[in-house]
Nanobody, 115 residues
Framework: QVQLVESGGDSVQHGGSLRLSCAAT????????MGWYRQTPGKQRERVAT???????DYADSVKGRATISRDITRNTIYLRMSNRKPEDTAVYYC?????????WGQGTRVTVSS
C-alpha cells in the first residue's frame, strides 16, 4: 500500500527558509518520479519540483534558484528546501509519486509566508 506523509509546514517570515519532508511507504524511488506541488484556494495545483527515478531534477520557474528537491533512499523520504520565501509561496504543499504503477498524493502540509 502506497502512503505519502508530508511534514514541515509552518509559518515563516518573508525571506525565511523551510524544509518540507515526505515520508513514503510502498514506493521504490528508482521507479517513481517524486515531486512537490502546491495549491492555493481558487487556483490549480501547480508543480514546484520533481526528481525522477534516475535522479534528474526539475523546477518551476517561480522557484528556480530558491528551491532544492532531494531524496534519502535509506529513509525513503524526499525533501523540499526553499529559501528566500515570498508571500506568494503561501500554499498547501503536496507530495506526489508518479509512475506506470499509478499516481499518488499525500494529504498536504500548509506553508504560510508573512510579509
Amino acid at each position: 500500500q502506497v502512503q505519502l506523509v508530508e511534514s514541515g509546514g509552518d509559518s515563516v517570515q518573508h525571506g525565511g527558509s523551510l524544509r518540507l519532508s515526505c515520508a513514503a511507504t510502498g514506493i521504490r524511488f528508482d521507479i517513481y518520479t517524486m515531486g512537490w506541488y502546491r495549491q492555493t484556494p481558487g487556483k490549480q495545483r501547480e508543480r514546484v519540483a520533481t526528481i525522477t527515478g534516475d535522479g534528474r531534477l526539475d523546477y518551476a520557474d517561480s522557484v528556480k534558484g530558491r528551491a532544492t528537491i532531494s531524496r534519502d533512499i535509506t529513509r525513503n523520504t524526499i525533501y523540499l528546501r526553499m529559501s528566500n520565501r515570498k508571500p506568494e509561496d503561501t500554499a498547501v504543499y503536496y507530495c506526489n509519486a508518479d509512475s506506470w504503477r499509478g499516481v499518488f498524493w499525500g494529504q498536504g502540509t500548509r506553508v504560510t509566508v508573512s510579509s
